[in-house]
């Protein structure tokens, strides 16, 4: 178990070191947001005096949104960084040594999640600095970044199945594409769900987007409402939970079509 | 001793321990591509053992089972000792893999994928990077150790693999190709690295490749697969030495008609010294026990048939003739065999 633990570290690690070294990821998922950040905030300023919104502050309601949809965007792509050491021979490589199967498959989770948080915190504390107001404190904050990291969790284990799966890079781009802005505006993301049209919010209701929106929202408010923290944070880690499951089943199918 | 054909191992080899056996491997890929087909291997400890074929001939797929990444459809192996199915761990623990595409971390440097390699095998600490300098220097990698592997030529990142293969010591080393796409100098500088490796004591390469001259000029034994299994087995010399005389091969100025061609071959064959008589369209080919004897002997007689001949060569027996004898194929003709059909789903493509 110890050396699952530590090999686990390993393979963090090296992912870690990859993501650092290639600045360009580093650049897309920081300027990314800062750009939506901007964007959306400045389209949508006004739209608070709707009311719904439970501020006065299009940013103030603007931020975990940014910080879910960048979560979902980043992840979506980490099939691609699997293919690619499938491609280039690398996780063969590692398959040939002792390395706890485990330690492989954990090693992409923990970076994942690693990597979600620390961008995760970044945007809030952006956010800040622009000028928004975070009444929940530090409590709302944390369990906002945890939510995001669930929902990336989520999506980069499916992602990296896809990738093990298919082998296209074409399938991997196509999905994301194609999910990406339908998940994001299915959810409450930009808008709160008063105003949106009933069947969205219904569809909304299924969607693990909005999950991740309506527990770390609760948790950020001035009074949480901690039930539907609970059920959505649950929700979220039982779904999370399922995907990493399927994706280390794919993993196994994987080994064996070699 | 006589070179076998196909079979195990005669019984005299099982008394020294052997590094690799294996027995009846069969292996089908999704999509019906029979990669395996019986395979029949047994590698003496200390040895260089070549495994050659043609693309395609399943040599990759018996070092994929031999090294615990894909699981046979039927037949054991075991590698140094460890049956791979029962006790995977083990065998991963003894051997070192250098694979067609072992994939080095690109933004990683040379020193730090080698650091990384030996944690995997459980090593840490000081002798940790005792051992990649040590590796780095045999490598002639000391300079570039430290710069990312993304910047390497084609020469230093194969080296980097093999010692990526060697970082923990191994009993046994796989090398799937090792010199597959590398320039004359570079593969060149490889021979000589692998011939200083298999004066390494008690280490067991098992080596595989199509290059004919790489197998004769390395490897101590030689297997030659084709369709998935081995079609004989020995030293490059008795492989050599069981073909009878030099290989004579004619070109005739007009093909034979395709009726005239068994009479003309049996016209051949009954000449003093001349076996093994194949005609072929304006190819006519032969063994003879002395080649430069028989060249005129073989000219009079299809002068007398009336065939005209353009040129004339006298070859020493290679193992390209072994191949032939053996798989009842030219070397040419099953790698261009094995090119044509692609079957779908073949291993990750890339675009
Ligand atoms: N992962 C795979 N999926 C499907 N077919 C495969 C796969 N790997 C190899 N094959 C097929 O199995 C046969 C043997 O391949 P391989 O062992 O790679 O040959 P070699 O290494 O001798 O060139 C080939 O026909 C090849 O196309
Ligand atoms: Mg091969």
């Given at each position: 178990?110890?050396?699952t633990l530590?090999?686990?570290?390993?393979?963090?690690?090296?992912?870690?070191?990859?993501?650092?070294?290639q600045?360009?990821?580093?650049?897309?998922?920081?300027?990314?947001?800062?750009?939506?950040?901007f964007?959306?905030?400045?389209?949508?300023?006004?739209?608070?005096?709707?009311?719904?919104?439970?501020?006065?502050?299009?940013?103030?309601?603007?931020?975990?949104?940014?910080?879910v949809?960048?979560?979902?965007?980043?992840?979506?792509?980490?099939?691609?960084?699997?293919?690619e050491?499938?491609?280039r021979?690398?996780?063969?490589?590692f398959?040939?040594?002792?390395?706890?199967?485990?330690?492989?498959?954990?090693?992409n989770v923990?970076?994942?999640?690693?990597?979600?948080?620390?961008?995760?915190v970044?945007?809030?504390?952006?956010?800040?600095l622009?000028?928004?107001?975070?009444?929940?404190?530090?409590?709302?904050?944390?369990l906002?970044i945890?939510?995001?990291t669930?929902?990336?969790?989520?999506?980069?284990?499916?992602s990296?199945?896809l990738?093990?799966?298919?082998?296209?890079?074409?399938?991997?781009?196509?999905?994301?594409?194609?999910?990406l802005?339908p998940?994001?505006?299915?959810?409450?993301?930009?808008?709160?769900?008063?105003?949106?049209?009933?069947?969205?919010?219904?569809?909304?209701?299924?969607n693990p987007?909005?999950w991740?929106?309506?527990?770390?929202?609760?948790?950020?408010a001035?009074?949480?409402?901690?039930?539907?923290?609970?059920?959505?944070?649950?929700?979220?880690?039982?779904?999370?939970?399922?995907?990493v499951w399927?994706?280390?089943?794919?993993?196994r199918?994987?080994?064996?079509?070699v | 001793m006589?070179?076998?054909?196909?079979?195990?191992a005669?019984?005299?080899l099982?008394?020294?321990?052997l590094?690799?056996?294996?027995?009846q491997?069969?292996?089908?890929?999704?999509?019906g591509?029979?990669?395996?087909?019986?395979?029949?291997?047994?590698?003496?400890?200390?040895?260089?053992?070549g495994?050659?074929?043609?693309?395609?001939?399943g040599?990759?797929?018996?070092?994929k089972?031999?090294?615990?990444?894909?699981?046979?459809?039927?037949?054991?192996?075991?590698?140094?000792?460890?049956?791979?199915?029962?006790?995977?761990?083990?065998?991963r623990?003894?051997?070192?893999?250098?694979?067609?595409?072992?994939?080095?971390?690109?933004?990683?440097?040379?020193?730090?994928?080698?650091?990384?390699?030996?944690r995997?095998?459980?090593?840490?600490?000081?002798?940790?990077?005792?051992?990649a300098d040590?590796?780095?220097a045999?490598?002639?990698?000391?300079?570039?150790?430290?710069?990312?592997?993304?910047?390497?030529?084609?020469?230093?990142?194969?080296?980097?693999?093999?010692?990526?293969?060697?970082?923990?010591r191994?009993?046994?080393?796989?090398?799937?190709?090792?010199?597959?796409g590398?320039?004359?100098?570079?593969?060149?500088?490889?021979?000589?690295?692998?011939?200083?490796?298999?004066?390494?004591?008690?280490?067991?390469?098992?080596?595989?490749?199509?290059?004919?001259?790489?197998?004769?000029?390395?490897?101590?034994?030689?297997?030659?697969?084709?369709?998935?299994?081995?079609?004989?087995?020995g030293t490059p010399?008795?492989?050599?030495g069981?073909l009878?005389?030099d290989?004579?091969?004619?070109?005739?100025?007009?093909?034979?008609?395709?009726?005239?061609?068994?009479?003309?071959?049996?016209?051949?064959?009954?000449?003093?010294?001349?076996?093994?008589?194949?005609v072929?369209?304006?190819?006519?080919?032969?063994?003879?026990d002395?080649?430069?004897?028989?060249?005129?002997?073989?000219?009079?007689a299809?002068?007398?048939?009336?065939?005209?001949?353009?040129?004339?060569?006298?070859?020493?027996?290679?193992?390209?003739d072994?191949?032939?004898?053996?798989?009842g194929?030219?070397?040419?003709?099953?790698?261009a065999?094995?090119?044509?059909?692609v079957?779908?789903?073949?291993?990750?493509?890339?675009?």
């Amino acid at each position: 178990m110890s050396a699952t633990l530590t090999q686990t570290w390993y393979m963090t690690q090296r992912q870690l070191m990859a993501y650092w070294r290639q600045p360009v990821f580093l650049l897309i998922n920081l300027i990314q947001p800062v750009i939506w950040l901007f964007l959306f905030g400045s389209l949508f300023r006004k739209i608070t005096d709707l009311g719904g919104f439970g501020t006065g502050s299009y940013l103030d309601y603007l931020v975990p949104g940014i910080v879910v949809m960048s979560a979902l965007s980043s992840n979506m792509w980490a099939g691609m960084g699997t293919l690619e050491e499938i491609e280039r021979g690398t996780l063969n490589r590692f398959l040939t040594t002792p390395v706890s199967r485990g330690a492989l498959m954990n090693g992409n989770v923990v970076s994942q999640g690693i990597t979600t948080a620390v961008q995760s915190v970044i945007i809030v504390a952006l956010g800040k600095l622009g000028g928004a107001d975070y009444p929940g404190g530090i409590t709302g904050l944390a369990l906002l970044i945890v939510a995001s990291t669930l929902l990336g969790t989520v999506f980069g284990a499916l992602s990296n199945a896809l990738g093990m799966l298919v082998r296209e890079r074409e399938s991997i781009i196509g999905i994301n594409t194609f999910l990406l802005l339908p998940l994001t505006f299915l959810s409450e993301a930009f808008m709160t769900p008063s105003l949106m049209p009933g069947w969205m919010r219904h569809i909304a209701d299924f969607n693990p987007v909005n999950w991740a929106l309506v527990a770390g929202r609760s948790a950020m408010a001035e009074d949480p409402d901690w039930a539907d923290v609970a059920t959505r944070g649950g929700a979220l880690l039982a779904l999370a939970l399922a995907a990493v499951w399927l994706s280390t089943r794919t993993f196994r199918s994987y080994q064996r079509s070699v | 001793m006589a070179p076998t054909t196909g079979g195990p191992a005669p019984h005299h080899l099982r008394t020294r321990a052997l590094a690799v056996e294996t027995n009846q491997l069969v292996k089908t890929y999704p999509g019906g591509v029979k990669a395996l087909d019986g395979m029949e291997l047994a590698v003496e400890s200390g040895i260089v053992f070549g495994l050659l074929g043609p693309n395609g001939a399943g040599k990759s797929t018996t070092v994929k089972i031999l090294t615990t990444l894909a699981r046979p459809d039927a037949g054991t192996a075991a590698v140094a000792g460890h049956d791979v199915l029962r006790h995977p761990g083990r065998v991963r623990a003894a051997i070192g893999v250098v694979a067609q595409k072992s994939g080095a971390d690109p933004v990683a440097t040379g020193r730090e994928n080698l650091l990384l390699q030996r944690r995997l095998y459980g090593l840490r600490g000081a002798a940790c990077a005792r051992r990649a300098d040590e590796l780095l220097a045999r490598f002639d990698l000391a300079d570039a150790g430290n710069r990312p592997v993304k910047g390497y030529s084609g020469g230093m990142c194969h080296r980097l693999d093999v010692a990526l293969g060697l970082v923990h010591r191994p009993e046994v080393l796989f090398l799937d190709e090792p010199t597959t796409g590398l320039d004359p100098e570079a593969r060149a500088a490889m021979w000589e690295e692998i011939a200083r490796l298999a004066g390494e004591d008690g280490l067991t390469i098992v080596l595989t490749t199509h290059y004919l001259e790489e197998a004769d000029r390395l490897a101590e034994r030689i297997a030659i697969v084709d369709r998935g299994r081995v079609v004989v087995e020995g030293t490059p010399d008795e492989l050599k030495g069981e073909l009878r005389g030099d290989a004579v091969h004619l070109e005739l100025s007009e093909a034979v008609a395709d009726g005239a061609e068994p009479p003309l071959r049996d016209a051949l064959t009954a000449l003093p010294g001349v076996h093994e008589v194949a005609v072929d369209g304006r190819r006519v080919s032969a063994r003879a026990d002395d080649g430069a004897a028989a060249v005129p002997t073989l000219l009079t007689a299809l002068e007398r048939a009336g065939a005209a001949v353009a040129t004339a060569t006298v070859a020493r027996p290679s193992l390209d003739d072994v191949y032939l004898r053996y798989a009842g194929r030219s070397f040419d003709e099953a790698e261009a065999a094995a090119e044509a059909p692609v079957p779908a789903g073949a291993a990750g493509g890339v675009r």
